[in-house]
């Protein structure tokens, strides 16, 4: 009898383990159960979160399971700003704040996490969790929230503090006193500031490279303005969408919330114009050229006094648009092939008290590669020229006894195809020091027979020839030049170049014509911009209307600012001055050309708010995906072939 219970009761074990085993194998993941789909949990803290009276500078919030920080010198940030920078660390199932900076009297701090907390194992978020204390009586618990937007393209800033100021608070304040309160802009240039005090505030934004919060080096990004707010809240709902699986929604939830205003504040960060003029480096990179590099440019070019050479007739001088890049070439091949040149160079400066004075620097300026290198690199490219000719005569074929001079390598911008706007390009690699006009021919074919045509030519800068025609629709034209029509400064010419070209017909292209509501009397200039965010072209105008002839059948978009100096470029702020940049606007989606087809648009400026008027596609700086729970059991139960709910 006990032996029949023995062996029943084994049995009756036997069988649940296997069931037990079939159960798990069928419901469970990979290591043998569902996956843990629910965040961290807070489960205290000391001090309490939403404390008032507090004194300590440590905190301890604790959680219900492991957690672990992402990247918490970025991402969790301490308002008011601290100016020494905090210590924040997980710890098992806690995390630990240290905060180094005395505590404020009478000031309420939140720690905003954002979504840096994670559970230890599956990484499910918690979500945008902020804990606060005040030191004073009361807490205080208003938000505010907007954007930070690049003032030239509306491009969204990442990761720049965001803070505010008391509305009757001086300008000066944000060159002498740390923001009052900050938060920092995600991917999409969002930010929140939270802890708000009742009262009137101005917005500010800073890229602090001081660590000092506030505007000390006018290489910071910034943005400001003179709008003031008064930060309130009302009562709200929000819709969130509970998934069954990826595919299928389970159902709607309406979740009331406290909804917190302002939340569209627009800031447009820009960095000043450096005047201040600095020496950046000078390097004698080729041994043909001197090149110096300023923070900004002056009207006087450097001076330079030869020390080891005369520098009288030496150098032919390249300036950059701005005057702030400058390279000397070098006219004499024996100055070229010393190693070392000696030289004394004046130029302006600002000095410490900001005024721009002459400085004078003594130079030796030595080429990246030596003489005698160059030589050998010389000679090793006769050898293994004089190899190959000695193959070719070996071989009975032409050869050559004497090896070719190398000649000027330009660069002849002019395609087959051209537009009827277009001018052609030619680019010389070093400086040009003759042009024979004789020895360029331009002509039209008219039946079967090639006429000459008019065409002007005109030297821009000291490496660039530019050559303007008067295309016709449909012609076929040639572009020859002569041998040796270009010298440069070395006594290099160029080889005979011959190019074809013809012009498209009207039929090939689109015209837009865009209509610009109450901007009359306001210049400005419309860019109509390719899916690189690049101006293919512009126009200037006055009269709410911009044109856009001859344009490619492609999908473009536009981009205007607001020229109010009309100098013809976009301008950045300055904040001593009290000066904002001048408004950029976008167009909110993209413009099919098509050939054939006149199209035309009304852009109304202002109907759409600037951080939802530059297309998604053109914006370079994307919205990183947020963090979500998984939901991998539902997935699972999916391939199981069995209802999953949480």
């Known amino acids: 009898m006990t032996g029949n219970i023995f062996r029943n009761g084994v049995g009756v074990g036997f069988v649940f383990f296997l069931l037990l085993m079939a159960s798990c194998a069928r419901m469970g993941s990979p290591d043998g159960g569902w996956f843990d789909e629910e965040p961290p949990r807070v489960i205290g803290a000391s001090p309490a979160d939403k404390s008032a009276g507090v004194t300590a500078k440590r905190v301890r919030i604790a959680f219900n399971e492991f957690i672990k920080i992402d990247n918490p010198s970025e991402k ?65 618990t208003m938000e505010v929230s907007g954007y930070v937007l690049e003032a030239e393209n509306l491009e969204p800033v990442k990761g720049i503090a965001v803070g505010l100021y008391p509305a009757d608070a001086p300008d000066s304040v944000f060159l002498s006193e740390p923001l009052l309160r900050i938060s920092r802009t995600d991917s999409r240039g969002h930010f929140v500031v939270k802890g708000v005090a009742p009262g009137k505030y101005r917005a500010f934004a800073l890229q602090d490279a001081e660590g000092d919060y506030r505007f000390s080096q006018k290489s910071e990004k910034i ?52 005047t201040d003029r600095h ?13 110096f590099y300023f923070t900004y440019g002056h009207e006087e070019l450097p001076e330079i006094r030869g020390l080891n050479f005369s520098e009288k007739e030496a150098f032919v001088v390249e300036a950059s648009e701005k005057r702030d890049t400058i390279v000397y070439w070098l006219r004499d091949t024996t100055l070229i092939n010393r190693d070392t040149l000696q030289m004394q160079v004046r130029y302006h400066a600002t000095d410490t008290l900001g005024q721009l004075a ?66 052609i390009y030619i680019d010389s690699p070093v400086p040009i020091a003759r042009v024979d006009s004789a020895k360029f021919h331009f002509y039209i074919k008219v039946d079967t027979l090639w006429q000459p ?20 629709m449909l012609q076929e034209y040639s572009l020859e030049v002569d ?45 109509l911009l390719n899916s690189s965010d690049a101006v293919v072209k512009q126009v200037a105008t006055r009269d709410e209307k911009a044109k856009f002839s001859y344009v490619n059948p492609e999908t473009y978009y536009l981009r205007l600012f607001i020229d109010e100096n009309e100098n013809g470029i976009w301008d950045t702020g300055l904040y001593e001055a009290d000066r904002q940049p001048e408004s950029v606007f976008y167009y909110h989606e993209p413009i099919e050309c098509k050939a054939k087809w006149d199209v035309t648009k009304t852009w109304r400026l202002t109907e759409r708010p600037l951080f939802r008027q530059k297309p998604e596609k053109i914006t370079k700086q994307k919205g990183e995906q947020q963090k979500t729970i998984r939901n991998k059991n539902a997935e699972r139960a999916k391939q199981l072939g069995i209802t999953y709910k949480r």
């Open 483 to 527: 041998s040796a029509a270009i010298s440069d400064i070395y006594g290099n010419v160029t080889n005979p170049i011959k190019q074809s070209l013809k012009v498209k017909g009207e039929e090939s292209y689109s015209t837009l014509l865009v209509t610009i509501p109450d901007t009359r009397g306001k210049n400005l200039v419309v860019q």
């Open 279 to 291: 020496l950046l480096k000078n390097e004698r990179k080729d041994p043909d050229r001197i090149a």
């Open 76 to 140: 969790v940030i301490v308002s008011p700003p601290q100016l020494e920078q905090p210590e924040i660390k997980a710890a098992g199932r806690s995390i630990l704040i240290e905060l180094k900076d005395s505590l404020k009297p009478n000031t309420t701090y939140t720690i905003d996490f954002s979504d840096a907390i994670t559970d230890n194992n599956e990484g499910n978020p918690l979500g945008n969790f902020t804990y606060s204390f005040s030191t004073g009586a009361e807490i205080d």
């Open 223 to 274: 943005a400001f303005n003179h709008d003031v707010f008064t930060p309130s809240s009302k009562p709200d709902t929000r819709h969130d969408t509970i998934w069954r699986d990826t595919l299928h929604i389970e159902r709607i939830l309406a979740i009331p919330y406290t909804h917190f205003l302002p939340d569209d504040i627009v800031l447009r960060a820009f960095t000043e114009t450096q």
């Open 453 to 472: 045509a008019r065409f002007d030519m005109e030297q821009l800068g000291v490496r660039q020839l530019k050559i303007h025609a008067d295309w016709q």
């Open 358 to 423: 002459l400085v004078t620097d003594t130079l030796e300026m030595i080429p990246k590669t030596p003489y005698a290198k160059r030589l050998k690199q010389q000679q090793k490219e006769y050898e293994d020229w004089e190899k190959a000719q000695q193959k070719l005569k070996k071989r009975g074929e032409r050869y050559d006894s004497i090896m070719p001079v190398k000649h000027l390598d330009i660069k002849l911008n002019a395609p087959q195809q051209i537009d009827p706007d277009r001018d």
